[in-house]
């Protein structure tokens, strides 16, 4: 497993349960692959997600950015863990990754297949040199 300077959140056993699960909700009708999320707030809730796709393609939602949505939908903008889990251990996408850094630099995202974890990043480190707040104004970073 690839831990590079974030250690594991706590009780992620729950969210890797809860993530698996909500693969099955995924409407995966022209890729066929399901992905899962489960997104834990620092506040203790957890939303999932699954990625739900469309006959124009390019409107499909990843899995990520639902569980994302429904917790900001929810007043919910302060996050501690996110796990994504596929049958292979697939990454989050780069879409994805700019969503997440909107609200959480330093949260650990943690990369599993339906096994085991396969890795634990930040991130900071899935995303070096997100597009933040800051970049609308101009200023030198
Ligand atoms: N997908 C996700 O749900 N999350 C990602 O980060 C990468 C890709 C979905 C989108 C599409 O439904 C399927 O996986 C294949 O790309």
Redesign the pocket.
């Known amino acids: 497993m690839n831990t590079t300077t974030v250690v594991m959140p706590n009780n992620v056993d729950d969210l890797l349960a809860l993530a698996a699960a909500a693969r099955n909700g ?1 409407y ?1 009708a ?2 066929g ?1 399901a ?1 899962g999320a489960a997104l834990r707030t620092r506040s203790g809730k957890v939303f999932t997600g ?4 469309n006959a124009s393609y390019g409107l ?5 950015r639902v569980a994302i949505w429904k917790a900001v939908s929810e007043g919910e903008t302060e996050f501690e863990a996110l796990v ?1 889990v596929t049958s292979i251990g ?4 780069g879409a ?1 990754r700019q969503v997440m850094a909107e609200f959480a630099l330093d949260m650990p995202v943690v990369i599993a297949d339906l096994e085991k974890v396969r890795s634990v990043s930040t991130v900071a480190e899935l995303l070096p040199g997100a597009f933040l707040p800051y970049d609308l104004l101009g200023a030198p970073r």
């Open positions: 995924a995966v022209y890729s692959f992905v699954c990625n739900i796709e499909t939602v990843c899995a990520e994504v697939g990454s989050p996408c994805c």
